[in-house]
């Protein structure tokens, strides 16, 4: 079992940064994968990046490559998106979700355990 809670959410402008912390508990976090995805309004549910494991290996969707980053700390089982030159189009509510999936897979379903989410608001 994994528990997470994310946190760092808030407004900014566009050309801002945020960075948002995912929080967990449970003795699987240090062997799975973990992955950000985030909803708009009257949207599905999408895919934003990921990390593996042991931190060696990271895939990010393409709208957000050279803008986000992922990183994680096993010890303090803390995983950071840092996200930088924000766009309006970024709004949504981001989730972070871990399963024992390859660092490869961005479908939802195939994470076993998400957080609450955060939202974060990009303004023009």
């Known amino acids: 079992q994994v528990q997470l809670v994310e946190s760092g959410g808030g407004s900014v402008q566009a050309g801002g940064s945020l960075r948002l912390s995912c929080a967990a508990s449970?003795?699987?976090?240090?062997?799975?994968?973990v992955g950000w995805f985030r909803q708009a309004p009257g949207k599905e549910r999408e895919f934003v990046g990921t990390?593996?494991?042991?931190?060696?290996?990271?895939h990010y969707v393409d709208s957000v490559k050279g803008r986000f980053t992922i990183s994680r700390d096993n010890a303090k089982k803390t995983v950071v998106l840092q996200m930088d030159n924000l766009k309006p189009e970024d709004t949504g509510v981001y989730y972070c979700?871990?399963?024992?999936?390859?660092?490869?897979?961005?479908?939802?379903?195939?994470?076993?355990?998400w957080g609450q989410g955060t939202q974060v608001t990009v303004s023009s």
């Open positions: 979700a871990a399963g024992s999936v390859s660092y490869t897979t961005t479908t939802a379903p195939r994470y076993a355990y």
């Open positions: 449970g003795r699987s976090f240090s062997t799975s994968t």
């Open positions: 990390i593996s494991w042991s931190g060696g290996y990271k």
